[in-house]
C-alpha cells in the first residue's frame, strides 16, 4: 500500500517524470519511489531491486523504467522489477553508437572493469542484458545533450 509522505531520510539523488506522469524519485541508499496518483509505492532490494542506491532514472521509448543503481542496473515494466546479470565484454570489439543505443559507464574497481584493467564503457543492447557494479553515469545517443547521469 502507498503512503502519502516521502519517507527518506538520507536524501533524494534523481528524479524522473515519466510518459505516464508518475514521478521517481531514486534515494541515497533507501530504494526508489514512484508517485501515482498522488501515492508513493517504493521499490526496494526486498521486492527486486539491484541495489538501494538509485544514481539516475531513464525511460525508454517502450516506457520501460531503468535504475542506475549502487551496484547494477535495474529496469520496471510496470509490474515487476528485473535485475540484469554482468555480461561478459571484449573492449577489442570496438564501439559502434546509433540513436537507440543505451549505455552505461562503470566503475573502475568492479564489474566488468576487471576484464579491461581499468574504466570502461558498456552498452545495453536488449539481446544481451547486462549489469555493471557501480555504474557511474549513462548515455543515450538521441538526447545525448540530456541524459547524462553520474556524479
Known amino acids: 500500500m502507498g503512503t502519502t509522505r516521502l ?38 532490494t526486498q521486492n527486486g531491486l539491484s541495489d538501494n542506491q538509485v544514481r539516475s532514472i531513464y525511460e525508454d521509448k517502450n516506457g520501460i523504467i531503468w535504475f542506475e543503481c549502487g551496484i547494477g542496473l535495474s529496469r520496471y515494466d510496470g509490474e515487476k522489477m528485473t535485475v540484469y546479470n554482468e555480461k561478459k565484454y571484449d573492449s577489442k570489439n570496438g564501439w559502434k553508437l546509433t540513436d537507440s543505443d543505451l549505455w552505461f559507464k562503470g566503475d573502475e574497481t568492479a564489474g566488468y572493469n576487471k576484464l579491461e584493467g581499468g574504466p570502461g564503457v558498456y552498452q ?28
Open 7 to 44: 519517507k527518506y531520510t538520507k536524501g533524494v539523488r534523481s528524479i524522473l517524470e515519466d510518459s505516464k506522469g508518475n514521478i521517481w524519485f531514486g534515494s541515497h541508499n533507501e530504494g526508489v519511489c514512484m508517485l501515482q496518483n498522488g501515492r508513493l509505492h517504493y521499490f526496494t
Open 124 to 151: 545495453y543492447d536488449g539481446k544481451n542484458p547486462c549489469s555493471c557494479v557501480a555504474i557511474r553515469w549513462a548515455y543515450h545517443e538521441k538526447f545525448h545533450s540530456k541524459r547524462w547521469s553520474g556524479w
